[in-house]
């Protein structure tokens, strides 16, 4: 397959955790990345590889994979987290990037 | 810091073609790939193709093929991404990102602020 699957949109209360999926065989293979996308605003990486996070990121935002799964957990969800969120990693071929569809998180 | 400066809005007929620039800084320009994406309106993120500005390799998604061409001039720190033959379906905002290895994976860590081509007779 190549594509990345993601839920529309997932929603969590103030403060709680929230965890956003994504599925695809290329994830057996390579670990997806995660980019936070704001109305009007360019993508920002949150999360890359294994559970890394560039400089900036706070450190709820963490990462992991387990088979065809890529998961962004939010460990306490704050207000300006309410955002768009993509996966994104190389296809199976290694040749090509993929993106998800994307969730709509609405923090509530 | 890393910057990616976009060139501003465009638009154009279908049928045209358009060219969009992404001036780097604050990096060495060769040591890392750059990427295109594009977001049509209300729409996600979709990975139009990538170029390696050490060596000038590119890489397109299918459905481009034939129709983008991505370069890049060293000596600006500029990568340029032409589409030709535009339809109405490729009205978009155009994104140039960073592309850089690591940690077991390919990511885009900085991302330019956006290109909005409008095709429109």
């Known amino acids: 397959s190549s594509e990345l699957t993601q839920d529309p949109a997932v929603s969590v209360a103030l403060g709680q955790t929230v965890r956003i999926t994504c599925q695809g065989d290329?994830?057996?293979?390579?670990?997806a990345s995660w980019y936070q996308q704001k109305p009007g605003q360019a993508p920002v990486l949150v999360i890359y590889g294994k559970n890394n996070r560039p400089s900036g990121i706070p450190d709820r935002f963490s990462g992991s994979s387990s088979g065809n799964t890529a998961s962004l957990t939010i460990t306490g969800a704050q207000a300006e987290d309410e955002a768009d969120y993509y996966c994104n990693s190389r296809d199976s071929s290694g040749n090509h990037l993929l993106f998800g569809g994307g969730t709509k998180l609405t923090v509530l | 810091q890393v910057q990616l400066v976009q060139s501003g809005a465009e638009v154009k007929k279908p049928g045209a073609s358009v060219k969009v620039s992404c001036k780097a800084s604050?990096?060495?320009?060769?040591?890392?790939?750059i990427s295109w994406v594009r977001q049509a309106p209300g729409q996600g993120l979709e990975w139009m193709g990538w170029i390696s500005v050490y060596n000038g390799n590119t890489n397109y998604a299918q459905k481009l093929q034939g129709r983008v061409t991505m370069t890049t001039e060293t000596s600006t720190s500029t990568a340029y991404m032409e589409m030709r033959s535009l339809r109405s379906d490729d009205t978009a905002v155009y994104y140039c990102?960073?592309?850089?290895?690591?940690?077991?994976?390919?990511?885009?860590?900085?991302w330019g602020q956006g290109t909005l081509v409008t095709v429109s007779s």
């Open positions: 290329s994830l057996r293979s390579y670990y």
């Open positions: 990102a960073r592309g850089d290895y690591g940690s077991g994976t390919y990511y885009l860590d900085y």
């Open positions: 604050g990096y060495t320009f060769t040591n890392y790939d």
